[in-house]
């Protein structure tokens, strides 16, 4: 059974900075590609930014140069360090899986983090 926790989420003045991260359990043998998605209040989730088994990455617009994604595969963990916030930045952060062999087999599903609020405000 495989399970996504995210931790670091809280509350930061714009321009500051925060760090969340992910760690996936349940027999982990290896996952694809991990990622963070975003939904603010009224609007759809979207994705922010992702990073596959390779070390290849890819970010929303709205977060290049401010924001850096990575993923330490010995601790089945990925990071989204997160500078330069943003009011607009506020939203609930998702920790997303896919592509995941375990010991019982591969799944090629998403596994989901029950997500993390991330506020930004003065």
């Known amino acids: 059974q495989v399970h996504m926790v995210e931790s670091g989420g809280g509350l930061v003045q714009p321009g500051g900075s925060l760090r969340l991260s992910c760690a996936a359990s349940g027999g982990i043998v290896s996952i694809n590609a991990m990622g963070w998605y975003r939904q603010a209040p009224g609007k759809q989730r979207e994705l922010v930014a992702i990073?596959?088994?390779?070390?290849?990455?890819n970010y929303a617009d709205s977060v290049k140069g401010r924001f850096t994604i990575s993923r330490d595969n010995a601790k089945n963990t990925v990071y989204l360090q997160m500078n330069s916030l943003k009011a607009e930045d506020t939203a609930v952060f998702y920790c997303n899986g896919h592509g995941v062999v375990t010991t019982s087999g591969y799944y090629g599903m998403d596994y989901w983090g029950k997500g993390t609020l991330v506020t930004v405000s003065s």
């Open positions: 990073v596959d088994s390779d070390g290849r990455t």
